[in-house]
């Protein structure tokens, strides 16, 4: 690769490009090397597919750019269940259109638009012929920068809004410098990026059912409850305590998200979810697994994390052996879906 890197090491690159390759054989390397996040299905014929990915790992995110020939792609519940993948992408598009699928008015992003997808969300999107610069985050990284964590999937913002712009611009020359940036510079703008990318989404923050609401302490509050989801004494009365509001504006807070009740049970099946894919909690029965992250009965435990994920607790745990993420390691030997799959 050309250009020659500051003092330290290069950012880990990773390159997939069909050039040279038969559709047939291209479309069946591109399916397999999706299947870590998508079902994907091709809009055209097979003998005409062509696709180029290119990525950098920058630490704790990954910044993609893909050129691919029209296709669908799928993330069911069943699929968020298997593979236990959280994260957010931010996708703009540099050509041609991407977005859902059920034919809602102005659901799809065209030339500079940028669309979110939430992946742990359903959806099921669909694109022409295009190109795209994706930047793929932990949810632990960007939720607490946003007003609204849990709302943003298959959100489309105008790659004409100013901040978007300057997004944009952001993201291409970070990824333009990429190859001749050192990873400890590329960590060190990690930060910056988040803070511009959080900046983007809550200036055009979805209305919470027309209220006007305090993103803050509601990040705040959402983000005491993922830490504490496992303490079977945590109460609203305690919780509201804790930030010096009454009852009455701890549930106005959170109604937008269910409730407070929704909420806290929202963050224990994530936290029973995770624990069922660790393989060091292998020793652990699925009712303790339940029980320490507060579900008292087993029965209520398996229809609520159905409900969510799609699979029961039993067939999480199953799935997570067969689709492990790949061992931490040199990252130089490992290609971007893996990379994705790792992001914690």
């Known amino acids: 690769m050309a250009g020659a890197h500051p003092a330290g090491d290069p950012i880990p690159h990773s390159l997939f490009d069909s ?23 091709l809009c055209v014929d097979h003998a005409a597919f062509q696709v180029r990915a290119e990525a950098y790992h ?84 960007l939720a607490p920068l946003l007003s ?19 997004f944009r611009n952001h993201l291409i020359g970070l990824f333009a410098a990429a190859r001749t940036m050192s990873a400890k510079e590329a960590e060190a703008l990690v930060a910056p990026t988040l803070g511009l990318a959080a900046a983007v989404l809550n200036a055009a923050a979805p209305e919470n059912r027309g209220r006007v609401l305090d993103p803050i302490l509601a990040a705040q509050i959402h983000r005491l409850l993922s ?6 004494t945590i109460t609203a009365e305690g919780v509201a305590e804790r930030f010096g509001i009454s009852r009455r504006k701890l549930y106005y807070l959170l ?13 224990r099946l994530d936290l029973a979810h995770a624990m ?3 393989p060091m909690q292998r020793g652990k029965s699925i009712d303790e697994i ?8 087993r029965t209520n435990f398996a229809r609520t994390f159905r409900a969510r994920f799609g699979v029961t607790p039993r067939e999480a745990r199953s799935l997570a052996g067969q689709h492990e993420a790949p061992p931490t390691g040199d990252l130089t030997k490992q290609h971007m879906w893996e990379w994705i799959q790792m992001l914690r």
């Open 19 to 41: 050039a040279g390759m038969k559709g047939q054989e291209a479309l069946a390397t591109w399916r397999e090397s999706m299947d870590a996040i998508y079902d994907v299905r």
């Open 58 to 141: 920058f630490g704790e995110v990954v910044l993609t750019a893909y050129r691919c020939l029209a296709q669908t792609f799928d993330r069911s519940r069943a699929r968020i269940g298997r593979d236990g993948v959280d994260h957010y992408t931010l996708q703009f598009c540099l050509s041609g259109r991407h977005g859902r699928r059920d034919g809602v008015r102005g659901s799809e992003a065209g030339l500079g638009d940028l669309l979110i997808a939430d992946l742990a969300q359903p959806h099921a999107t669909a694109t022409s012929d295009f190109d795209s610069l994706n930047l793929t985050i932990p949810r632990r990284l």
């Open 148 to 166: 609204a964590p849990d709302e943003q999937n298959l959100r489309i913002i105008s790659g004409s809004a100013p901040l978007a712009g300057l």
């Open 227 to 232: 830490d504490q989801a496992a303490d079977p």
């Open 255 to 267: 109604e937008p998200h269910g409730g407070f009740t929704s909420c806290l049970r929202e963050r």
């Open 276 to 278: 069922l894919r660790d």
């Open 290 to 297: 339940a029980q320490s992250c507060g579900f008292a009965w």
